[in-house]
């Protein structure tokens, strides 16, 4: 069964334009879950999605949304960047929501780079 | 809420030495853990998880964890370390109150020859 997959891998952006990510999930897993990874803030959730749904949120600006398609997949988009939203995007994707035994799987990452 | 908690950013051992990384969780009902890996430039990959089943858990590579409710912990271990092990390793706890996976800050193990 094929893992997590996310594309592009490595992105170089400038300041002020926007960003789009992808991630497709494991066949079979309905939620699907991003991640911000920075050398100073560590691993910082973004948001869930389950079944086309946003369940979960985190704290960050709403310059930062995404979505979920019918067929699991899901996309991440990033308006305005700024050079702080230089990091790793993690994607990872699990059976049902969390709050249960389910493994969560992860991508390896989108790394993007804003000059 | 809950909330988990890794000791030490920064681990170093030599190369054959006991790895042991600290993780605390706070919860107010039976957890379910996680530890995860992260090779440079890779994403997380699972190494073993707490589902109740077991306290002490075997994961991959030679790894175990153990699950003590009475110290809230669930430290990663392993007895004898490999230069391949250097990498970042998280804990994290599944919260059956908001779906969501904790993830601790992550510790950095360095392996010394």
């Known amino acids: 069964k094929a893992g997590v997959t996310q594309t592009p891998r490595y992105l170089i952006k400038t300041r002020g334009q926007q960003v789009t990510l992808s991630c497709s999930p494991i066949?079979?897993?309905?939620?699907v879950s991003w991640y911000q990874q920075t050398p100073g803030q560590g691993l910082q959730f973004l948001f869930e999605y389950f079944s086309e749904t946003q369940r979960n949120k985190g704290n960050f600006p709403g310059r930062f949304s995404g979505r979920q398609f019918s067929n699991s997949r899901s996309e991440m988009n990033v308006s305005t960047l700024e050079l702080g939203d230089s990091a790793l995007y993690l994607c990872?994707?699990?059976?049902?929501?969390?709050?249960?035994?389910?493994?969560?799987?992860f991508g390896p990452g989108t790394r993007l780079l804003v000059l | 809420a809950q909330s988990v908690t890794q000791l030490g950013s920064h681990v170093s051992v030599s190369e054959g030495a006991l790895v042991l990384l600290r993780c605390n969780y706070s919860s107010s009902v039976p957890p379910y853990l996680f530890w995860y890996v992260q090779y440079p430039n890779q994403g997380l990959q699972l190494l073993l998880k707490?589902?109740?089943?077991?306290?002490l858990v075997k994961g991959i590579n030679g790894f175990e964890a153990e699950f003590k409710k009475s110290e809230t912990s669930f430290h990663l271990t392993k007895p004898s370390a490999h230069m391949s092990d250097a990498a970042e390793y998280f804990c994290a706890v599944s919260d059956p109150g908001t779906y969501k996976y904790i993830f601790g800050t992550g510790t950095r193990l360095k392996v010394l020859a």
């Open positions: 707490y589902t109740s089943a077991a306290t």
């Open positions: 066949s079979g897993h309905r939620s």
């Open positions: 990872a994707s699990s059976l049902e929501a969390g709050g249960n035994q389910e493994t969560q799987y």
